[in-house]
């Protein structure tokens, strides 16, 4: 493991301690995902389980690539790479060594939608589930198109709010119900004024 994630494990006695009394406030029907630099550690409390993750993101720094597959092969929680990755070739290396159990392309950082398709179609030839990391904002809606066009899907995909501000722009409007969105139909994202959206805005020189 790198000096880094090891330097970093100091911390895990103090914030092993949030997730589990974060998800004690938001309830039993919520999933921790921990963006886990730091949790990570195989003697941390949620690599043994007890927060019962779903799945840990990017354990070490993104491009240690060895090291996370050594957090990966020691730990029963699957473990998602690739949120910050821009490399073909290094997706090509942690799928076909297995790197990580889930595949996570960022749509913004790794380039798009067809880009990661390509991730996704790499990932899927090696049987193993595509997650998308997102960068907030109207990212929600491209990871919408892009989880309901996958054969590879993970069970969960990253979701950061955006329905009460942008869920009216779409017909049908986008709504949360069971832990489930409903996906765009429409054109292009699928917002269905975008001429009367526009409405009153002042072009910016």
């Known amino acids: 493991m790198s000096p880094f994630t090891c330097t970093l494990a100091h911390w895990v006695g103090e914030l092993g301690s949030f997730v589990p009394k974060g998800l004690f406030f938001a309830g039993p029907a919520r999933r921790a995902k921990p963006d886990c630099t730091i949790l990570a550690a195989p003697e941390s409390r949620g690599a043994r389980g007890e927060i019962k993750a779903v799945y840990f993101e990017e354990p070490c720094p993104f491009d240690h690539l060895e090291d996370t597959k050594r957090v990966a092969d020691a730990l029963t929680i699957p473990v998602a790479g690739g949120e910050q990755e821009y490399s073909d070739w290094r997706f090509r290396w942690m799928i076909a060594n ?96 975008l001429k009367g959206l526009l409405q009153g805005a002042v072009e910016v020189a």
């Not at 929600?140 to 996958?150: G, K």
């Open 98 to 193: 297995r790197g990580v159990d889930i595949v996570e392309p960022d749509l913004f950082y790794y380039g798009g939608l067809i880009r990661s398709i390509r991730v996704a179609r790499m990932a899927e030839v090696a049987k193993m589930p595509v997650t998308v990391h997102i960068s907030g904002g109207f990212g929600f809606v491209y990871m919408l198109h892009y989880a309901s066009c996958l054969r590879n899907p993970a069970r969960y995909q990253e979701y950061k709010l955006g329905t009460e501000k942008y869920g009216s722009w779409f017909d049908p409007p986008l709504r949360v119900k069971d832990g489930k969105i409903t996906v765009p139909t429409g054109p292009g994202v699928g917002i269905k004024d």
